[in-house]
């Protein structure tokens, strides 16, 4: 069974502080890893797949990689925007393109 | 481009009364359609996929089912609420292997 864990549950950021969200991940083989982000009340956002280990992507003040058991998620110098929920979701080869999804990591990026 | 719909954006039901959501895409043809729910806490939970009309895989055993009537229509129901079916219920389409969300109903059951 796939299964995703992200830490920390919860992040609180001083504007311009920079910091990684883990996202950790069995999966019985890989066809992609997604990160989400999702404000409240509003339903998530896609943001990246990352499909084979060393693979890198970024967006804005945001990047995105990935090894063989984890993917990170790193935010550079970020802005109270930023400030939402970020989702980490895996599909497996023989998933039929479904999702398992992590808990998410709540960030909050203050002035 | 695509678009999602899902109607309506919240819903406060009773326990016992039925439900109907529904969610519509716009701008592809047979697309594969997901129902996810998302409780307080909790991760998002996929409790019914479609590859196309009248075919609806389960997740999840549960009080709820799904039907697709029309190519880019899918709904998700039930015959009598239970409390613990309260939650963000959101429905995705995809598009180039990615998954694609709409802007979800806020279900409370009282």
């Known amino acids: 069974e796939d299964q995703v864990t992200q830490s920390p549950e919860a992040l609180r950021l001083q504007e311009g502080e920079s910091s990684s969200l883990n996202c950790s991940y069995t999966?019985?083989?890989?066809?992609?890893l997604f990160w989400y982000r999702q404000d409240p009340g509003k339903g998530p956002e896609f943001l990246f797949t990352?499909?084979?280990a060393g693979e890198e992507k970024e967006k804005e003040r945001l990047k995105a990689t990935l090894t063989k058991k984890e993917s990170f998620l790193h935010i550079t110098a970020p802005k109270p925007e930023d400030s939402a929920t970020y989702l980490c979701?895996?599909?497996?080869?023989?998933?039929?393109?479904?999702?398992?999804f992590g808990t998410g990591t709540q960030l909050k990026v203050e002035l | 481009s695509q678009t999602i719909h899902q109607w309506p954006a919240t819903l406060v039901q009773p326990v016992g009364s039925p439900l109907s959501l529904e969610c519509t895409v716009e701008?592809?043809?047979?697309?594969?359609l997901y129902w996810y729910r998302q409780a307080a806490g909790r991760g998002l939970q996929l409790l019914f996929y479609?590859?196309?009309?009248?075919?609806i895989s389960s997740e999840v055993p549960q009080n709820l089912s799904a039907s697709r009537p029309q190519d880019r229509q899918f709904i998700l129901s039930s015959k009598k609420l239970l409390l613990s079916d309260s939650g963000f219920y959101l429905c995705?389409?995809?598009?180039?292997?990615?998954?694609?969300f709409g802007p979800g109903t806020r279900l409370t059951v009282t």
């Open positions: 479609s590859v196309g009309i009248g075919q």
């Open positions: 999966v019985s083989g890989l066809r992609g």
């Open positions: 990352l499909y084979s």
């Open positions: 995705a389409y995809i598009h180039s292997y990615e998954q694609y």
């Open positions: 701008g592809t043809s047979n697309p594969n």
């Open positions: 979701a895996v599909a497996n080869t023989g998933g039929g393109n479904k999702l398992t």
